[in-house]
């Protein structure tokens, strides 16, 4: 065995493991339960212990209520309005942008 080996043999058994550290996944949220941030640090405020998925997700479309997330249910719809003020397109194809064209599109949000 060459010296090199031997000492990287010796080097290697004088390692120590390092201890092993908890990880733990959290996501703060304010007092109508709207969420601040998703974090692995202990920060001040309100938060809930969550698992890894949920962290990878981030998602800001979650809410908290008694320590439970829930997602937010999006209920508006909309569509394209003729409108005097808005996006002009060609008179025969709305898909084609003229901003010189009288024919004016917006659009309305219903809930």
């Keep these: 065995m060459s010296i090199t080996t031997e000492n990287f043999l010796t080097a290697l058994t004088m390692v120590k493991p390092l201890p092993k550290q908890d990880v733990f996944f959290r996501l703060y949220y304010d007092d109508n339960g709207e969420v601040i941030t998703y974090s692995m640090e202990n920060l001040d405020g ?3 212990e969550i698992t890894s998925d949920e962290f990878a997700l981030g998602s800001r ?3 908290v209520k008694d320590g439970v ?4 249910i999006l209920t508006v719809s909309g569509k ?3 409108s005097n003020k ?3 397109t ?6 084609l942008v003229d901003n010189n064209s009288k024919t ?8």
Excluded: A, Q
Excluded at 69 to 72: A, E, G, Q, T
Excluded at 90 to 95: G, K, L, S, V, Y
Excluded at 104 to 111: A, F, G, L, M
């Design 46 to 48: 309100k938060f809930i």
């Design 90 to 95: 060609h008179p025969e194809d709305i898909t």
């Design 80 to 82: 394209l309005v003729p």
């Design 69 to 72: 997330i829930h997602n937010k």
């Design 61 to 63: 479309e979650v809410y």
């Design 86 to 88: 808005g996006v002009g």
């Design 104 to 111: 004016k599109w917006k659009y309305k949000e219903y809930e």
